[in-house]
């Protein structure tokens, strides 16, 4: 089979190569991966992570498609289903598991960095990671799920939002933003979005206002009561931006430094507003599960699709500044 390979750390390094099909395990099953999402945590696998293995590596932590074959004990899922994958290797038994918290297991990894992922035509995955999907499921929503969708989906759960609530989302085109958008609205809360590119109203923004006099602009539109939650994915550049976006008793979460991870933060300013930060990460199966369950109702936009073949392409359009949306693998 084919798979989007790496010898060696660094996007220059890619290349597609004919690797050994894998076979499924007792309580696996084969996905023919159809479509994989481009992702942040892919381009530090390729880049950046300590410790990736195996080495050769196949990078791909988002990824969805039709189970081709099963392993002995497979009981959920059956050949020819379509499938979105789950991507924490978990144990079920550790207390993290146990509370339901299968992203932060004790003895868990994401598929993609402690083990090959998605960038490939095949991937064998336990049957307990895989989501069947409903009919009409577009395969771009499907390879949104595991990343995209799930972080937003357990960040905003996390921050608590409330119908009627105001939800401020930095970086709102991109790969969470669209998604932490339709949560957002979905719950009832007014959503503002934070972007540069146009109207972000199909993906149920209220308002699309720039980062500039963002402040201002939020302090208007909330009559001076500011955010009750504010989504910032953008990291050091934006932080303290998007904290001044917070009135009373808000909720600051952040999951991504796509500009950096250092900042320098006043403290006085979060114990006089009350203010709560909120750190997140990935998403439970549970949350998982409820989100392939109804994902009919949501979009996405894709920016670009490229080939298993123009892998390297595709990592480096990750940070072409003028990305809107998503950037997806076809491989199927
Ligand atoms: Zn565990």
Not at 251 to 266: H, I
Not at 286 to 315: D, H, P, Q, T
Request: aromatic content about 6%; glycine content about 12%.
């Amino acid at each position: 089979m084919k798979a989007l390979v790496f010898e060696k750390q660094g996007t220059e390094n890619l290349k597609v190569v004919d690797v050994e099909k894998p076979e499924p395990k007792e309580g696996e099953a084969l996905i023919k991966v159809k479509m994989a999402g481009m992702n942040p945590i892919d381009n530090m696998i390729i880049n950046a992570i300590p410790g990736i293995k195996p080495m050769p590596h196949i990078a791909g932590a988002e990824f969805a498609g039709v189970v081709e074959k099963i392993g002995d004990g497979v009981t959920s899922v059956s050949k020819g289903n379509r499938v979105a994958v789950y991507n924490r290797h978990f144990d079920g038994s550790c207390d993290m598991c146990r509370n339901g918290m299968e992203m932060l297991c004790r003895n868990g990894y994401i598929m993609g960095v402690l083990s090959n992922g998605g960038f490939s035509e095949y991937v064998s995955v336990r049957q307990e990671n895989l989501a069947k999907l409903q009919d009409g499921t577009s395969w771009e929503i499907a390879a949104s799920l595991p990343v995209a969708a799930l972080t937003a989906y357990h960040a905003v759960k996390r921050g608590g939002l409330k119908n009627g609530e105001t939800a401020v989302v930095l970086g709102a085109s991109g790969n969470t933003g669209q998604f932490a958008l339709q949560f957002s609205k979905e719950i009832g809360a007014k959503t503002i979005a934070v972007s540069r590119k146009e109207s972000l109203a199909e993906f149920g923004a209220d308002e699309t206002i720039p980062m500039q006099n963002a402040q201002d602009r939020i302090n208007t539109i909330t009559n001076g009561r500011m955010a009750d939650f504010v989504i910032n994915s953008l990291g050091e550049k934006f932080w303290n931006e998007s904290f001044l976006m917070l009135g009373s008793n808000g909720r600051l979460a952040t999951f991504g430094t796509l500009t950096g991870a250092q900042v320098n933060f006043d403290i006085s300013g979060l114990y006089s507003k009350h203010a709560t930060l909120i750190g997140s990460t990935g998403g439970s199966l549970a949350e998982f599960k409820e989100l392939a369950s109804k994902a009919n109702s949501y979009k996405v936009r894709v920016w670009k699709k490229f080939k298993l073949e123009e892998g390297m392409e595709a990592v480096k359009e990750l940070s072409a500044p003028e990305r809107n949306g998503r950037i997806m693998l076809e491989i199927g």
